[in-house]
């Protein structure tokens, strides 16, 4: 049997997953509000299901070095892909919010499998607009704290002088790079300033 830890912000929310997985073949391990609260992610745990992208957040904080469970998202932002590309995972999938129990039970399982997951309509949007190799994606704007971080990226700093600097933890930098990557659709430091500079997001 697939075991399942929930993570969702909000009480209504984790209830409401419960009870959609009341029906399906799956035992919940446990149900937190986030990771930063929880004291960790129960060792008899395959999937880990998040009811929303900003629970993602923490999760480098207790996922360790090796993959050792799998994560189901439920968000309509594609985007999302990226940021659990870069998690440890054994595998990962991405549904939206509206999904069936049916479809929920059927990627849980899948997952756990070491599947990877992706709804159709998320799917069509990730391979809708693929760039050529020669193409700057548009990609999305930054937010101003992404601007923030990827600025202080292009002096050097680390990410603990960035949290330093900014007054945030080094989870939340890591966060904020992980979405300024999947935006501007590089896969390194040095890409993101590059790419940052070319498009006069920053100036070197």
Avoid: C, Y
């Amino acid at each position: 049997m697939t075991r399942v830890l929930i993570v969702a912000p909000t009480p209504a929310l984790r209830a409401g997953l419960r009870a959609l997985l009341a029906e399906a073949n799956v035992e919940i391990v446990g149900a937190i509000g986030s990771f930063a609260d929880s004291a960790g992610i129960p060792v008899d745990t395959d999937v880990i299901l998040a009811a929303d992208e900003s629970v993602l957040m923490d999760a480098d904080q207790v996922s360790g070095e090796e993959p050792r469970h799998a994560a189901l998202l439920l968000t309509d932002d594609a985007r999302q892909v990226d940021v659990l590309r870069r998690l440890p995972l054994t595998a990962w999938g991405i549904l939206a919010h509206d999904v069936s129990a049916a479809e929920l039970s059927a990627a849980l399982h899948a997952v756990a499998q070491g599947l990877i997951v992706v709804a159709p309509a998320l799917a069509a949007h990730l391979f809708q607009h693929r760039p050529s190799p020669i193409e700057e994606p548009a990609g999305e704007p930054l937010t101003a704290r992404e601007r923030d971080v990827l600025e202080l990226v292009s002096q050097g700093l680390s990410n603990k002088q960035i949290a330093q600097k900014l007054q945030i933890s080094e989870h939340t930098v890591k966060f904020h790079l992980s979405s300024l990557f999947a935006k501007l659709g590089v896969s390194s430091r040095t890409e993101a300033v590059n790419r940052g500079a070319r498009q006069g997001i920053i100036t070197l």
